[in-house]
Structures are given as structure tokens and as C-alpha cells.
């Protein structure tokens, strides 16, 4: 298995843009996790699905972000309009029950 | 709802010293716990995990970490560090499929 994909792995915008982050989860697992890593808050956990269903969203910062899993196989993290305070590496994770995630490599995102 | 508390935003340590970065935990259920690391511009990949068996769990690269229940901590250690320990650890405890992440300590091995 080619692990978690994620994509892009960078991405640039502008102020007020609409971005969309795109995630592969393992085949196979049932839960996925999406997770945004700055410095001053290290890795914080927005939103989890398990079996295609969002279980915890407690964890989205506001409306600006959405997320979905149309199915087991994918997954977006929306944000409309973006703001500069969003840039961060936002990370998709998987995993097969109430073990280890797997995470993908993550995608950076400036917002100037 | 369970956390994670990591002791130490930065830990340093001279190659071939002793490596404990401390984690702590509360959680209302018996957790299942992870240690994760970190490589500059990487994904986090699984260093070890408690899952209710043994106490003291062995990992890869030569960690090990022990489940204290009375203590409600789940330290990391490593005998000797080798320079290519350098990185950023994260602590995480798993209740009901919640994954959630202490705030990492940062790990840096000096020659």
C-alpha cells in the first residue's frame, strides 16, 4: 500500500481564496483524522470520521472550515475564504480501529 | 475527555547519554498510548503503542516506554542516543477512536 496520500503538498494562496486539501486514506481503514500543526499550537485535531461519518468536528476552528468523506477512499478539508492566519501543515491520518494512525506526509499552506 | 501533558518543549542530550522525555496522560477510560516522531518536514511516523498488554513496551530505533497506571504517565527512554535521534516527539492517547496529541518535545543530541 502507497500509504496516506495526501495532495498538494504545497500550497500557496491569497487572502480571501478558497482552498481545498485532498486525502487517500489506507485501504481497508475505517476512520480517518485531519490535524493542523503550528508552532505556537502544535498538533491540533479538527476533525475525525469513521466509517465515512464525521464523529468529533469540536475541533474545527469556524465556519471557514468544512470537511467530507464522500467515500472510504477520500477525503477534503475546505476553507472559504482563507485568512493568513490558516497557514499551517495540515495533516490526513488514517487508521484501522482503536490503533496507531498512519499519517500522510502533510500539506503546507501559505495564505498571503 | 482524556489529554496529554509532554514534560519539556526542548530536551537535549549529549550522543551516547540517556534519552526520557516524559509524557502524561488523564483519560476516563483505560487509554491506549502512543509515541509518535516527527522529522523535519515529515509526517509522524509510530515509534511504540500500549494497547493493554505489557507494561513496558519496546519500539523501534531502541525505544521503549513504560505504562505507570498509578503515575498515569508513559515515558520514553533510550539508553544511548545517536545523533540521528534529533527530532520532535509527540505523546498521544486514543479513547473511543479519539487520537489526540500532546504538544510534542523537541529533541536535539549533541556530539
Redesign the interface.
Known amino acids: 500500500d502507497a500509504g496516506?496520500i495526501q495532495s498538494p503538498r504545497h500550497e500557496v494562496t491569497e487572502m480571501g481564496q478558497e482552498v481545498t486539501l485532498r486525502c487517500k486514506p489506507i485501504s481497508g481503514h475505517n476512520?480517518l483524522?485531519w490535524?493542523r500543526q503550528t508552532m505556537m499550537r502544535?498538533?491540533e485535531?479538527l476533525i475525525?470520521f469513521?466509517n465515512n461519518v464525521p464523529?468529533?468536528d469540536s475541533g474545527m476552528p469556524e465556519d471557514r472550515f468544512s470537511a467530507k468523506m464522500p467515500n472510504a477512499s477520500f477525503s477534503t478539508l475546505k476553507i472559504q475564504p482563507s485568512e493568513p492566519r490558516d497557514s499551517a501543515v495540515y495533516?490526513c491520518?488514517s487508521?484501522p480501529?482503536?490503533?496507531?494512525?498512519?499519517?500522510?506526509?502533510?500539506t503546507r499552506l501559505t495564505v498571503v | 475527555a482524556q489529554s496529554v501533558t509532554q514534560l519539556g518543549s526542548h530536551v537535549s542530550v549529549s550522543e551516547g547519554a540517556l534519552v526520557l522525555l516524559r509524557c502524561n496522560y488523564s483519560s476516563s477510560v483505560p487509554p491506549y498510548l502512543f509515541w509518535y516522531v516527527q522529522y523535519p518536514n515529515q509526517g509522524l511516523q509510530l515509534l511504540l503503542k500500549y494497547t493493554s498488554a505489557a507494561t513496558l513496551v519496546k519500539g523501534i530505533n531502541g525505544f521503549e516506554a513504560e505504562f505507570k497506571k498509578s503515575e498515569t504517565s508513559f515515558h520514553l527512554t533510550k539508553p544511548s542516543a545517536h545523533m540521528s535521534d534529533a527530532a520532535e516527539y509527540f505523546c498521544a492517547v486514543s479513547e473511543w477512536g479519539k487520537l489526540i496529541f500532546g504538544q510534542g518535545t523537541e529533541l536535539s543530541v549533541k556530539p
Open positions: 496516506v476512520s483524522f490535524y502544535g498538533l485535531l475525525y469513521n464523529i468529533d495533516f491520518a487508521t480501529g482503536d490503533t496507531e494512525a498512519f499519517f500522510g506526509q502533510g
